[in-house]
């Protein structure tokens, strides 16, 4: 697959930055975004320390490392952290990340702790970069305790970090969900198992309400946007996952 541009207006881009055909880390292939406006970025969920070299070298078909000016990071996963001390030594950038997971941190073999800005619990807005005012929105337990959506007003695409995230086969390489009910069978069975509960879905809903969406751009797999934007915030409203279908002797219950 190759970058794409979800979004380009005057000197704003949202790019999606595809680092390779295949999934080079024997894990799950992770999306890497790049919002860029007047020769400066923000790097939203950079990855995994396999791609952090092939996710470089897409970056720098848009701006050098130095124009870099914040790193976000959804929540604390492996494949989302896992690349960011090669990307500090390179980058003198904010790194944001939700309060909670601060103190974990320096478990990643992470020491510059003072480039980081913990989150508050209810968000925050940000401008990083001149002219690109950011919504730092909280999504705690989808799946993560302290997750963040990325909202940019400016393109109207809420980076999602893992809810709508899709296990697709690697064959699979359309960078857009245009129907939903052909995508569900991807989505289905990770938001039941990794997502908390239906609680912390209509809080989310709820958190969201009063933002224009044109895309919603998950961490893994295709971005919705169109009707399927719509359709799967309908389906997730409904969905029963996590603790809802967990029963004892680690059972979930699959089948409603
Ligand atoms: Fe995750
Ligand atoms: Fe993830």
Same mark, same amino acid.
């Given at each position: 697959?190759?970058?794409?541009?979800?979004?380009?207006?005057?000197?704003?881009?949202?790019i999606l930055l595809n680092e390779?055909?295949?999934?080079?880390?024997?894990?799950?292939?992770?999306? *890497?975004?790049?919002?860029?406006?007047?020769?400066?970025?923000?790097?939203?969920? $950079?990855?995994?320390?396999?791609?952090?070299?092939?996710?470089?070298?897409?970056?720098?078909?848009?701006?050098?490392?130095?124009?870099?000016?914040?790193?976000f990071l959804s929540h604390q996963?492996?494949?989302?952290?896992?690349?960011?001390?090669?990307?500090?030594?390179?980058?003198?950038?904010?790194?944001?990340?939700? &309060?909670?997971?601060?103190?974990?941190?320096?478990?990643?073999?992470?020491?510059?702790?003072?480039?980081?800005?913990?989150?508050?619990?209810?968000?925050?807005? =940000?401008?990083?970069?001149? %002219?690109?005012?950011? *919504?730092? =929105? $909280?999504?705690?337990?989808?799946?993560?305790?302290?997750?963040?959506?990325?909202?940019?007003?400016?393109?109207?695409?809420?980076?999602?970090?893992?809810? %709508?995230?899709? @296990?697709?086969?690697?064959?699979?390489?359309?960078?857009?969900?245009?129907?939903?009910?052909?995508?569900?069978?991807? =989505?289905?069975?990770?938001?039941?198992?990794?997502?908390?509960?239906?609680?912390?879905?209509?809080?989310?809903?709820?958190?969201?309400?009063?933002?224009?969406?044109? @895309?919603?751009?998950?961490?893994?797999?295709?971005?919705? &946007?169109?009707?399927?934007?719509?359709?799967?915030?309908?389906?997730? &409203?409904?969905? &029963?996952?996590?603790?809802?279908?967990?029963?004892?002797?680690?059972?979930?219950?699959?089948?409603?």
């Amino acid at each position: 697959m190759r970058n794409i541009e979800l979004f380009r207006r005057d000197d704003h881009r949202f790019i999606l930055l595809n680092e390779s055909e295949t999934d080079e880390e024997g894990g799950i292939r992770s999306n *890497q975004y790049l919002i860029v406006r007047n020769g400066r970025g923000v790097l939203l969920d $950079p990855g995994g320390f396999g791609v952090m070299p092939h996710v470089l070298a897409e970056l720098l078909r848009y701006i050098k490392p130095e124009a870099v000016d914040a790193i976000f990071l959804s929540h604390q996963d492996p494949d989302i952290i896992g690349g960011l001390t090669t990307w500090m030594e390179l980058i003198r950038a904010d790194i944001f990340i939700s &309060r909670i997971w601060l103190r974990f941190l320096p478990h990643y073999g992470l020491s510059d702790m003072e480039r980081f800005v913990g989150i508050p619990d209810e968000g925050m807005s =940000v401008e990083p970069v001149p %002219g690109m005012p950011l *919504q730092l =929105v $909280p999504a705690h337990f989808l799946h993560s305790e302290g997750q963040f959506n990325v909202y940019d007003p400016t393109s109207r695409i809420l980076f999602s970090g893992d809810i %709508g995230a899709a @296990m697709m086969p690697n064959e699979c390489d359309n960078p857009y969900v245009d129907d939903f009910a052909a995508h569900l069978p991807f =989505v289905e069975g990770f938001h039941r198992r990794y997502m908390c509960s239906n609680r912390a879905i209509r809080c989310w809903l709820e958190t969201i309400s009063g933002l224009d969406i044109d @895309m919603i751009a998950p961490q893994h797999g295709p971005v919705y &946007r169109g009707e399927a934007v719509g359709q799967f915030l309908a389906w997730l &409203r409904d969905l &029963r996952c996590g603790v809802d279908l967990m029963g004892p002797g680690g059972r979930f219950d699959h089948a409603d």
